[in-house]
């Protein structure tokens, strides 16, 4: 498409470029692709789509080396979670997912979106949530904002889950310095659904009808997957607004609508809107599907008035999803969706073209070529250190909390159990509604929890466990402890492991000593995956 038939934007510079997170390798990546200059939603979208983020660039290379299948698994990386096959035509679907920088910009509205996204991947699939879990690291509590942080994260947590009607069974919190500088949350949900349906994410059927439904879109957290891949730096303040607002009661009206709709055959395709929010989802749409998509803006269901195509495409308003439906059944889904006072909108349709385009006010304002946003994006083989390399590399400083020895076992029995590497965490767990739904069997405080499958005599194990400062001196033993941890904190119940989903957290891939960190703990989770047949399905 020539330049002179999009709508006139002011041409983009080195600087909005860089501000875009993107390098001038990657930008003229994308000169090649569009042939021509992008304009400034075209770059937007280039931006969040090729972020760390939603493009694994630096990740998916060594990914691809861990143990995904098995006859248990009946789908596994690829789409919003992982489902495995839990017998009697039921399916077990799950997934966990990390909310570390918006937590720690803005600590209670970060943990809270947290569990309403990954709330959101998991009833994508056709899977009602039955327990949530968490994995939590916090720096020194007596750092000056460490207070702040630990208070905000459960709040956030307990306030969104506890208001869903999902219960918090399980999870893990621990306290070091080396999270002083930036905090990790992660946010774990099951749900089961039925073996033979389950909904997937590729779009198809040209002229099919795109939907938008759930909650209106506003500019909050614009650009929110683009901070999620950046370092962070005494500016971080100035971060707050890519920060995202959740609404957990619009959350569970939302999850009992999809549900509903999805006991009928309408639906052909469904993605909720997460990072990225209506430009991931459309993409990943179209991309699963091999078609292309056109958007009306002016379609947009949208809370602020006078939002740019950019502002609506890169918005990470939450409590959002977009579907494909099936010809005819646009009046019987928007009855539903207006039963349970959401928005409802067809906002376009599925077209042949392998492009996205979009259209606002009259003017088209977007004409992008789909693989070069996903399939094409950029792929790293960054530097990393050897095994042999990283160990000269690291050097360990003994406990991280001193503690001088004393001839009275009983004050240094109890000089441990004071410290916040050991001490109980009741006081966190117990702000969460580990009950609600009533069939939660096990939660905190033991190996694992355990919920029960509704209406059968089956349970669900769950745990959550890692143990970073062995990743930190041997990434490769480390990885396989945190597998063999879970492991054994599920046989420990009595409960026979079935699959695994990973959440890494890592540092700046750029520095070939933290890629190095994240390839060896690859390694050795892939080895003890296969070991003790434990897929990752997500």
């Known amino acids: 498409m020539s330049t002179d038939t999009l709508i006139a ?89 990390s909310h570390n920088h918006p937590s720690y910009i803005e600590p209670y509205q970060g943990a809270a979106t947290g569990v309403g996204g990954i709330l ?30 630990v208070k905000g994260v459960v709040a956030g947590i307990g306030g969104y889950g506890n208001c869903v009607g999902v219960p918090t069974v399980g999870g893990e919190t621990n306290f070091d310095p080396a999270y002083d500088g930036n905090i990790i949350v992660n946010a774990m949900t099951v749900g089961v659904a039925d073996a033979d349906k389950i909904f997937y994410s590729a779009a198809s059927g040209v002229g099919n009808p795109i939907v938008y439904v759930g909650s209106k879109t506003g500019r909050d957290g614009i650009h929110g997957a683009t901070m999620a891949s950046a370092e962070f730096d005494e ?31 309408a639906i052909v395709a469904i993605q909720d809107m997460g990072a990225a929010g209506l430009t991931s989802s459309s993409v990943e749409m ?11 803006m ?30 005819g059944r646009e009046e019987m889904a928007e009855a539903i969706f207006t039963k349970w006072e959401l928005d409802f909108s067809v906002i376009g349709e599925v077209t042949d073209t392998r492009r996205m385009v979009l259209t606002h006010k009259g003017e088209t304002v977007c004409d992008i070529p789909l693989g070069p946003l996903a399939d094409d994006a950029p792929l790293y083989d960054r530097p990393h250190l050897t095994r042999e ?26 000089k441990m159990l004071a410290l916040p590497a050991l001490a109980s965490r009741r006081w966190i767990w117990e702000q969460y509604d580990s009950q609600v739904g009533a069939d939660t069997a096990q939660r ?14 089956k349970g669900l194990a769950i745990a959550t466990d890692c143990t970073p400062r062995y990743v930190h001196e041997n990434p490769y033993e ?33 520095k070939p000593h933290i890629m190095a960190q994240f390839v060896h703990s690859i390694e050795g989770i892939g080895e003890a995956c296969k070991t003790l047949n434990m897929p990752i399905v997500s």
């Not at 904190?489 to 700046?508: E, H, Q, R, S, V």
């Open 120 to 149: 959101r991947d998991v009833f994508t699939m056709g899977a009602r949530p039955v327990a949530n879990l968490n994995a939590l690291r916090f720096g020194r509590p007596d750092h000056p904002k460490m207070k702040h942080l």
């Open 389 to 414: 390399e990283y160990a000269a590399h690291v050097q360990y400083n003994g406990p991280t909390y001193d503690m001088p020895l004393c001839e009275d076992l009983g004050q240094d029995l109890l």
């Open 478 to 510: 480390g990885g396989k402890q945190a597998i063999a941890e879970c492991y054994r904190n599920l046989t420990a119940i009595g409960a026979k492991p079935l699959a695994t989903t990973d959440c890494m957290n890592f540092g700046n891939p750029e």
């Open 9 to 97: 934007e002011p041409q983009i510079s080195t600087e909005t470029v860089r501000e875009h997170g993107l390098n001038a390798e990657e930008y003229q990546r994308i000169l090649n692709a569009l042939e021509r200059e992008p304009n400034i939603t075209e770059l937007g979208i280039f931006s969040v789509m090729w972020s760390e983020h939603c493009s694994y660039k630096s990740s998916r290379l060594h990914l691809k080396k861990l143990p995904t299948t098995g006859p248990q698994v009946i789908c596994g990386p690829g789409e919003n979670a992982g489902v495995i096959d839990i017998g009697d035509g039921q399916a077990a679907i799950f997934k966990m997912e």
């Open 235 to 265: 500016d971080i303040g100035e971060k707050r607004p890519t920060v995202q607002v959740g609404d957990p009661f619009t959350e569970k009206l939302l999850i009992e609508a999809c549900l509903e709709l999805m006991a009928s055959d």
């Open 444 to 457: 905190s405080g033991g190996d694992a929890a355990v919920v029960r499958v509704h209406g059968t005599n």
């Open 298 to 327: 002016d379609k947009v269901p949208c809370r602020e008035t006078e939002m740019t195509a950019y502002e609506m495409m890169l918005s990470e308003s939450q409590e959002r999803m977009l579907m494909v439906l099936k010809p």
């Open 286 to 296: 179209a991309t699963n599907g091999e078609v292309g998509i056109i958007l009306d």
